[in-house]
C-alpha cells in the first residue's frame, strides 16, 4: 500500500515539473507572463469542469 502511495507521489512531482517546465518555456518565448498565467487558469479551470 505504501509503494503505490509513493508511486503516485513521484508521479504528481514528475508530472507537476513538466508542467512548470512548460510554462517556463512559454514564459521564455513570448517574453511576457500574461500567456502563462491565461494557460495555467485555462487548466485550472479544466480541471474544475473534470
Known sequence: ??????????????????????????REKTGSLLFPIVAHNATVFLGQLL
Not at 3 to 21: D, E, H, Q, R, W
Request: glycine share 4%; proline share 0%.
Open 1 to 26: 500500500m505504501a509503494t503505490i502511495t509513493l508511486a503516485y507521489f513521484y508521479i504528481s512531482i514528475v508530472f507537476s515539473s513538466v508542467y512548470g517546465l512548460v510554462l517556463l518555456w512559454l
